[in-house]
């Protein structure tokens, strides 16, 4: 089987103050500087604080990136930021369709690719994000849920060095709540077996799948011991030094 380099990622989502932000990341940085673990780390904190947080961080195995950029790279869109601008500051990924994207703003899968190839276009890794609402599961459309978002998501052009895939089911997002590990590796599968028919064999063994969804210390190493699970988005116990370490420890 082909080695995957876990990635252990923390989406901040909208929660940072310039102080907090950059003593959150100067931390985590101080300790990866002091014992290496064999993950890849990854902080996304707000637009406002990537540039600060980049700049903290600078020199160190602790990487950046946004939590959404648009699709255009300039232009008449208030508020949002490009691909690109995210990339001046220093960030190397950027998550797009989360599913607080997808629901408190419409994002459709059409938009997540398009925001996707805008990603690839600026030298940016996309963690493109995908998963089912409760009701979803429920109605045992979960896996065809996966891959229409998969179908749909996935820009020309992705391969396991410029995309990462988040499987984060919507109703185990800030609940505390998880999938049954037998429910996980399911998905995984799934997500692993799309990736080869869409990008070939080998590019499917080397697509980082993460898992997301109230993933913390007491629950991370049974996850990330799942054959097709490869690290983990964390919003929640990433704001936590100790619990985003230790997580990061029990990959
Ligand atoms: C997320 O926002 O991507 C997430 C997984 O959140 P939490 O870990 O808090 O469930």
């Not at 990341?25 to 014992?35: D, G, H, N």
Request: proline share 4%; charged share 25%.
């Amino acid at each position: 089987m082909m080695a995957r380099r876990p990635l252990i990622a923390g989406n901040w989502k909208m929660n940072g103050l310039k102080a907090d932000g950059e003593a959150l990341a100067k931390a985590l940085a101080a300790k990866l500087k002091a014992s290496p673990p064999a993950v890849d780390m990854l902080v996304c904190p707000p637009a406002t604080l990537v540039d600060r947080v980049a700049q903290a961080v600078a020199g160190s195995a602790l990487a950046v990136g946004g939590q959404d950029c648009h699709a255009e790279k300039s232009g008449a869109h208030t508020g949002d930021v490009a691909a690109v601008m995210l990339k001046d500051l220093g960030a190397s990924h950027v998550i797009v369709g989360h599913s607080e994207r997808r629901a408190d703003h419409g994002e459709t899968s059409a938009d997540v690719r398009a925001k996707a190839a805008a990603a690839h276009a600026a030298g940016l890794v996309a963690i493109i994000c995908l998963g089912e609402t409760e009701a979803e599961r429920d109605g045992g459309r979960t896996l065809a849920v996966v891959e229409s978002q998969f179908a749909e998501s996935l820009p020309e052009g992705a391969s396991p060095d410029n995309t990462v895939i988040a499987y984060e089911p919507v109703w185990a997002i800030g609940t505390g709540r998880t999938p049954t590990l037998a429910e996980v590796a399911e998905v995984h599968r799934t997500i692993r077996d799309l990736a080869a028919k869409a990008l070939g064999k080998d590019a499917a063994g080397r697509l980082r799948i993460l898992y997301g969804g109230s993933m913390k210390p007491s629950n991370a190493k049974e996850l990330l011991a799942l054959e097709d699970v490869d690290g983990g988005l964390i919003g929640g116990a990433s704001l936590k030094v100790e619990d985003f370490w230790a997580i990061a420890q029990s990959a």
